[in-house]
């Protein structure tokens, strides 16, 4: 059962900033009047606490003939078109939606008058079945189904699932003592490190056309040939 403070439709009754009562606070109250002075009106008059669900029934039947819903009887040829060509002699009648709504009203105007929640009328089983009947009727009448809407709910994490940082690559680490890119050893031919000192070394052959030991090593910086003894 929707609480005091909002109709079927889930429309709160708190009032807006600065004092003033909210729209749907001012709708109650305008109900909530009417309904009293259709109790009075009634022959005989009716006191509030002796009215049931069958006179809120009699309240909403009396109220069709103030509405302006085009509902089309089953002999119609419109019947079931929601967007009927032509006029018919169907009568207008009140809508569903407004019906429920002014019932989610009244039965928190109620409340709030000082009734009791399991003596409101407007909540009683009957109320709900024509209520329902209405809708069912209107909804075939008219072509229109009336169906809530749903509210998207966000999707759950997948259970056991922890995603990881990507790891970062690590970088090559440089020759000792020198910034020379790796790749740059390759346009040496018969090189390589020196064991200790990590200079590029490489075999020549003297001018005697001898194979002569001799070792030379290159500088990184200035590209220049140091003879091996510099380095002993």
């Known amino acids: 059962m929707p609480s005091a403070n909002s109709d079927s439709s889930g429309n709160s009754g ?6 003033r009562p909210s729209r749907y606070e001012s709708q109650k109250r305008r109900d909530w009047n009417s309904f009293r002075q259709y109790l009075r ?3 005989p008059p009716l006191e509030l606490a002796w009215c049931s669900g069958a006179h809120v029934l009699e309240f909403l039947r009396y109220l069709d003939q103030f509405g302006k819903t085009k509902v089309h009887a089953a002999g119609c040829p419109f019947f079931g078109h929601p967007h009927p060509p032509a006029p018919c002699p169907c009568p207008l009648r009140q809508a569903w939606g407004s019906l429920d709504a002014l019932v989610g009203r009244l039965r928190a105007a109620f409340e709030e008058d000082g009734g009791q929640p399991e003596a409101n009328p407007f909540a009683a089983r009957a109320v709900r079945l ?3 009947e209405v809708r069912d009727s209107q909804a075939k009448a008219r072509g ?3 169906e809530k809407k749903k509210r998207k709910r966000p999707f759950p994490p997948l259970q056991g699932y922890n995603p990881q940082p990507p790891v970062p690559m690590a970088a090559a680490a440089p020759v000792i003592g020198y910034d020379q890119p790796e790749s740059d050893l ?13 200079h590029l070394m490489f075999p020549t052959v003297d001018a005697s056309g001898d194979d002569a030991a ?3 090593v290159a500088e990184a910086h200035s590209g220049g040939m140091i003879p091996l003894s510099v380095l002993n």
């Open 130 to 132: 024509y209520l329902r």
């Open 14 to 19: 708190a009032p807006d900033g600065g004092g």
């Open 41 to 43: 009106n009634h022959r």
């Open 144 to 146: 229109i189904a009336y």
């Open 186 to 198: 390759n346009l040496v031919s018969g090189g390589y490190q020196h064991h200790l000192h990590g």
């Open 214 to 216: 001799v070792m030379a």
